[in-house]
């Protein structure tokens, strides 16, 4: 059975940062292995983010993938200082960054049912904590796969090599609670849904 929470102790913090090593520096080479001596990839903004995970809870808790949520912060977010903007949020105190999403080599396979958990992760996170503007970066089939889900991500520049060819892009909570009724009521109901309730649409 999948599950999809939040980070809650070292042990899960150690297991995200090892995959994020395993995908970012050995398989795609984002990043250069030899600066992660203990084979964790971890930087400044983790003490300034919440992690979320996906587990496969009859396979040993094994991990099927991982994101980040960038807090404001003096150090501002990767996408202002990596990116040319044309457009940024409005209200920089109620934004957050995705960061770091990972599907782990094994959960290929099952990638759409681990981003549909962990971006509800993300949309809970945003509504407990009055959070109004997401900057994302992406690359551009993930972007088209996003939107054609419903998810109003909005251009905010252009792209850049920056952990591969990506795209710096703007979700809005507010813009995303009132198109995505009409664009995909399904996924809108299931982001509705109870974390208790949540079992039942996978």
């Not at 996906?54 to 501002?76: K, V």
Request: glycine share 4%; charged share 25%.
């Amino acid at each position: 059975m999948l599950q999809f929470k939040r980070a809650s102790d070292p042990e899960e913090l150690e297991a995200i940062y090892r995959l994020r090593y395993e995908v970012y520096c050995l398989e795609k080479a984002y990043l250069p292995a030899n600066q992660f001596k203990d084979g964790l990839e971890k930087d400044e903004l983790d003490d300034h983010s919440v992690s979320f995970l996906s587990m496969d809870t009859d396979d040993g808790r094994e991990l099927l993938g991982c994101f980040r949520l960038i807090l404001p912060s003096d150090h501002g977010f990767p996408c202002e200082h990596h990116f040319v903007l044309t457009e940024r949020t409005p209200d920089p105190e109620n934004t957050v960054e995705m960061s770091r999403l990972i599907v782990a080599s094994k959960a290929r396979k099952m990638w759409r049912y681990v981003l549909m958990g962990l971006s509800k992760e993300i949309y809970l996170f945003n509504r407990e904590n009055h959070i109004n503007y997401n900057y994302a970066v992406m690359d551009r089939p993930l972007i088209s796969a996003l939107q054609r889900l419903g998810l109003p991500f909005l251009i905010a520049g252009e792209s850049a090599l920056y952990m591969g060819q990506t795209t710096p892009t703007i979700l809005c909570m507010k813009t995303l609670e009132e198109v995505l009724p009409h664009t995909n009521l399904w996924f809108y109901d299931y982001l509705q849904a109870s974390r208790e309730e949540q079992e039942a649409w996978f």
